[in-house]
């Protein structure tokens, strides 16, 4: 894959601050993601920055968990979040427009995740980063999809 980085976008008939009460409970990740099966605040957080949250990673050979920090909770705009703080960006960023909202869910590997894909899997590493990368090309529709199903529902 020649990017680290993807974003699509979707049109959900339901308002920003709607749109970002659902996809900032992480809680209920596990609805519409194809890859993360379930979510849950540490030490009894919530969607404010700063926050910690962890995951459960399913796919066909392979379940792993991670620690995620959020980024930005600008209610109505924008929810993100670093997984292991610095190695993956996840956002949902939210725009009014006729109709409703315009969802748009984006994933960008960055350079310490980068570095530690490299240090991890050395020259396996550009196979790992390519399966990943292929892995949000075709999530992030899916959970597009599944969102609008769920909110519009």
Known sequence: MSTRAFSASTVIARTPEEVW????????????????????????????????????????GRTWETRSQIVAAE???AFAWHVAGSLISWAWTMAPV??????TESW????????YFRATYGDG?????????AEAHSGIP????????????
Do not use: H, M, Q, Y
């Open 21 to 60: 009460d659902l996809v900032s409970d992480v809680t209920r990740t596990g609805e519409w993601s194809p890859v993360c099966r379930a979510c849950w605040w540490d030490e009894g957080a919530g969607p404010v920055e700063g926050a910690w949250f962890s995951g459960r990673n399913e796919i066909p």
């Open 75 to 77: 209610r109505g705009r």
């Open 98 to 103: 006729a109709g409703g909202t315009e969802l």
């Open 108 to 115: 960008e590997l960055l350079e310490a995740g980068e570095a």
């Open 125 to 133: 590493a550009d196979e790992v980063l390519d399966a990943r990368t």
């Open 142 to 153: 899916a959970s597009l999809a599944a969102v609008k199903r769920i909110a519009e529902g």
